[in-house]
């Protein structure tokens, strides 16, 4: 068990987090990152990357997120191997407890704990993770180019999701459990009258199919739950589409978070409702989500972190 005081802890070691570690540590605030169960967050699970400003060529996720890390020690952060289980932020220093009992104290935190897709939970989806099962189809969306792919799910994400996939693919299978969709109005017309999108209602994927070398998806099998027939489409991409889920369990009812689970910031700051606590990156963006958002909102969370040691 040890003891560590800081101006400034993070916690969370994604693109936001990392982001956030290179600016308070150029600020002389002496930031102690704590990386968490998920070291470099989800982008150690996304193979290419094509889209992050910088790099000509496609990167690989978990490269960027070992260049970021390398790069917050080179500038002065202190990174620890440890997972906050436990948080006091009533009295100042604030105080946060590790699951290694080590007790951590600074006079801010930076909260980077991202968020997690919902996945389907079946086997074969776990094998084409990142090999065409993707949960964001803003980053994914271009390597299906005149490809045919399904989108799992019946909210606003699936159909934002689909649509946004249109603009690549061929054809955009949209599958949903149910015989209708909980989304907006306006965006179940555009679905509709789009020729590219086909609904499958009433369905599930029971298997994601594909070949070994080199991996790739080839196709779905899906159970229709009303007939339970089983029909076989051929594809070349699966995604998932049903929802994120925040890492905030620890925050409940310490700090202001929305219905869904994130943590709520002031308008155009990372501020949350208890002053010298900050928030940035998937934890505290469910609109977004990209690497780079994540990473501008780190910056964000920094200078808002630096301003208020200063005042």
Excluded at 46 to 51: A, C, G, I, P
Excluded at 234 to 239: E, R, S, W
Aim: glycine fraction near 10%.
């Amino acid at each position: 068990m040890k003891n560590y005081k800081s101006d400034t802890i993070i916690i969370g070691s994604g693109a936001a987090g990392y982001t956030a570690a290179i600016y308070t540590a150029r600020a002389n605030l002496n930031p102690i990152l704590i990386n968490g169960q998920q070291p470099g967050g989800q982008m150690t699970i996304t193979t290419d990357v094509e889209n992050y400003p910088g790099f000509k060529d496609i990167i690989q996720g978990p490269w960027l997120m070992d260049q970021m890390k390398a790069q917050a020690e080179s500038v002065g952060t202190k990174i620890i191997k440890d997972t906050i289980i436990e948080c006091n932020f009533k009295s100042k220093p604030f105080e946060l407890i590790g699951d290694s009992k080590s007790v951590y104290h600074g006079k801010t935190v930076i909260i980077a704990t991202g968020a997690t897709a919902r996945w389907l939970g079946i086997e074969s989806e776990e094998k084409f993770k990142g090999y065409g099962v993707s949960a964001c189809a803003t980053c994914d969306g271009f390597f299906f180019k005149n490809k045919i792919v399904a989108v799992v799910g019946g909210g606003n994400t699936a159909a934002e999701e689909a649509l946004y996939l249109t603009l690549h693919a061929k054809k955009v299978f949209l599958i949903h459990r149910r015989d209708q969709l909980r989304t907006e109005k306006i965006l179940q017309q555009r679905l509709f009258k789009n020729p590219k999108i086909q609904v499958i209602w009433d369905s599930n994927i029971k298997e994601i199919h594909g070949n070994k070398n080199p991996k790739k998806v080839t196709g779905i099998s899906i159970t229709n739950k009303k007939t339970e027939k089983i029909k076989l489409i051929d594809l070349d991409g699966v995604f998932v589409a049903i929802g994120h889920d925040p890492a905030t369990k620890i925050f409940k009812n310490k700090i202001k978070l929305d219905k869904e689970g994130y943590i709520l910031t002031d308008s155009g700051s990372t501020r949350t409702n208890i002053p010298g606590i900050f928030a940035a990156g998937d934890v505290a963006d469910k609109i977004y989500r990209q690497a780079v958002t994540a990473a501008g909102m780190g910056c964000m969370a920094a200078l808002d972190a630096e301003k208020y040691i200063a005042e």
